[in-house]
Structure formats: structure tokens, C-alpha cells
């Protein structure tokens, strides 16, 4: 792959964006050419990670969004006519600028609508595909969905896999996948959160008022109280399953008073009604040590697994 020097980088999600901020890094650092394509599947969340991680994108894709009716502009929540929608958009804009570039290699990430879309472009324009974090196996088709059957996929068209584990290695080995095309390279997650913890440390050391609000709050409770983080998002958890969730969450606040709840909660207006609605009502000493945030920067979030003592997700 040395002589590699045009690289189509496709995301368009926040995992996709912390993760592979440093593989575009090293890329540069390499004197090759990242180019890269930001598809617009997040669109405010997917700023303040670029800011972060120093990055400006070459080309940001427009999606229309889809009716109000079937969810959010970040997030399509419908099983059928929102996903189609969005997919399709993705395949033929990704596409038409493809067309246009002169390319040696495209790098997708992970299991994202984005990513199955820019490795079906890239396969009809004959590029070879790197697919970076190959390799994840639920094994169950529809759990994630649909990001199980998009990794799966993905792997049908990718000439180099990048696994994070011996385990992702032997997934593709057992689905045919010649070995001299899977390099097990680690997670690039490692790097993302390295830079993040810097980031924040370097603002802790400035003024008081660099310092994010959240984190002030919260940290004299770390004295006495040990920190629970609840993040709930996934399609298969919506609606009657995050209630379930939320009320769990209030009876072991209500049986454990020692402890103090953050739960950072998704945009999505699904997650938010289901949320809001089952922990509206509680008595004031358990509403009292339950934070309920808007979505948390790369950084703050880091903190919060540092300090945690307990993660509940389904992420």
C-alpha cells in the first residue's frame, strides 16, 4: 500500500468522526492524501468533532432530510422508509463525487449507513475498499440493526480489513475472507481517547472557566456519592424497552442512595419522550442526584468514563 497517494475518507457519523480522526492524521503525517468526504448523517454533532480534532472536510454531502413526521434530521428512526432514504441519498451522492476524483484507495469505518453506502460506491467504480474496525459479529441479523448486515456486507467488497482483535481476524476468517487481506491493527479508539483526555486536561489547567460546567458540578459529589453513566440509543431499544430501562434506573436510585445518575440523552425525540417521560416525576431527593444532559462533548465524556463507577449502555 506504499504507493498509495489519493485516499477517499467517507464518514458521516460521530463514531466514525473520533475514530477515524487519527488514522487521518497518521495519513498526512505519511505524506499521502486523505481526502475527505463528510457525508452529513450527523450534522451538529459532527462539527465540534471536527473542531476538536483539527480537521476540516474537503466535501460535506447535503442529505434531505426526511419527513418530520419519521424522525429528527440527526436520526432517521424509521425501520423501512427512513433508512431507504437515507441510504439511497447516500449511494448516489457519494457516487457522483467519486466520479469526479482520481482515486487510489476508499476507507470507510465500521457498520454506519455511511459506510455501507461509500463501499457500494466504491465497488461500482471499481476502487479497491478499506475497511477500517472490520470484523464485529453479533452473529444475529437484525441485532444491531441494521448495522450487523452492513459490516457483513461491507466485508463482501473490501480488499483490506483492519481488524481491532484476534477475534474480528478470525470472524472474517470464518466467512472466507483470505488471511493476507486482514491486518489486525488494534482500535484507533485508543489514539481518539488519548487525544480527547489531552485535550481536557489542557483546559483544567487554564482558568476556572475553561473548565466545562458539567464537570464542575458533579466532581464534589465524587467525594461521597459513586457516579452511574446511562446511555440508551438503538433502534432495537426505542420506545418500551427505554422506559424499562429508565425506570430500572430510578429504582436503583431509590434503592442505592449513595450513587449520583448521568445520563447524557440521545436527540433522537424517540429517546428523549421515552427518557423524559418515565423520570419526570420523581421524588426530590432521587431527582436531586440524576443529571439528565444534552449529548456530551468528546472530551467531557471521556471524563465521565474516567470517573465513573458504573456504565450502563447499549452502545
Known amino acids: 500500500m506504499s504507493n498509495l497517494k489519493k485516499i ?29 468526504l463528510h457525508t452529513g448523517q450527523h450534522t451538529t454533532m459532527a462539527t465540534v468533532l471536527y473542531d476538536l480534532f483539527d480537521i476540516v472536510p474537503d466535501v460535506t454531502i447535503d442529505l434531505t432530510r426526511v419527513p418530520a413526521e419519521l424522525g429528527r434530521e440527526d436520526f432517521p428512526i ?33 457498520d454506519t449507513s455511511t459506510a455501507l453506502a461509500a463501499a457500494m460506491a466504491s465497488f461500482y467504480q471499481q476502487c479497491p475498499i478499506g475497511h477500517v474496525e472490520a470484523g464485529l459479529r453479533s452473529h444475529s441479523e437484525y441485532n ?3 448495522e450487523e ?17 484476534a477475534t474480528t481476524r478470525q470472524n472474517l476468517l ?26 481536557l486536561a489542557a483546559k483544567q489547567r ?33 420506545e418500551i424497552n427505554i422506559t424499562l430501562i429508565a425506570q430500572a434506573v430510578a429504582d436503583m436510585m431509590h434503592k442505592h442512595p449513595n450513587i449520583f445518575v448521568v445520563w447524557p440523552v440521545h436527540p433522537n425525540p424517540v429517546v428523549q419522550k421515552a427518557v423524559h417521560g418515565a423520570l419526570s416525576d420523581l421524588p426530590e431527593t432521587i431527582a436531586n442526584r440524576l443529571y439528565l444532559t444534552e449529548p456530551l462533548d468528546y472530551p467531557v465524556l471521556l471524563w465521565m468514563l474516567k470517573h465513573a463507577w458504573l456504565i450502563l449502555t447499549d452502545s
Not at 460521530?14 to 492524501?33: G, S, T
Not at 431507504?84 to 441519498?89: D, F, H, P, T, Y
Not at 475472507?177 to 485508543?190: C, L, Q, T
Open 8 to 36: 477517499l475518507m467517507v464518514m458521516g457519523t460521530r463514531p466514525e468522526i473520533i475514530k477515524m480522526a487519527p488514522v487521518y492524521h497518521q495519513l498526512k503525517k505519511n505524506n499521502m492524501q486523505p481526502i475527505l
Open 206 to 238: 487554564g482558568k476556572v472557566s475553561d473548565t466545562p460546567d458539567l464537570i464542575d458540578r458533579l466532581t464534589p459529589q465524587l467525594a461521597d456519592k459513586k457516579m452511574v453513566m446511562v446511555t440508551v440509543h438503538r433502534r432495537e431499544n426505542q
Open 174 to 199: 470464518a466467512e472466507g475472507i483470505p488471511d493476507s487481506h486482514i491486518h489486525v491493527v488494534g482500535n484507533s479508539i485508543v489514539e481518539a481517547a488519548q487525544f480527547g483526555a489531552a485535550k
Open 149 to 165: 448486515m452492513n459490516r457483513v456486507l461491507i466485508a463482501r467488497m473490501a480488499r483490506w480489513h483492519f481488524t481491532p482483535t
Open 78 to 110: 424509521t425501520k423501512s422508509c427512513g433508512l431507504a432514504s437515507q441510504s439511497s441519498q447516500l449511494l448516489q451522492k457519494v457516487s457522483d463525487i467519486m466520479a469526479c476524483v482520481d482515486l487510489s484507495l476508499v476507507l470507510v469505518h465500521g
Open 144 to 146: 444491531p440493526f441494521p
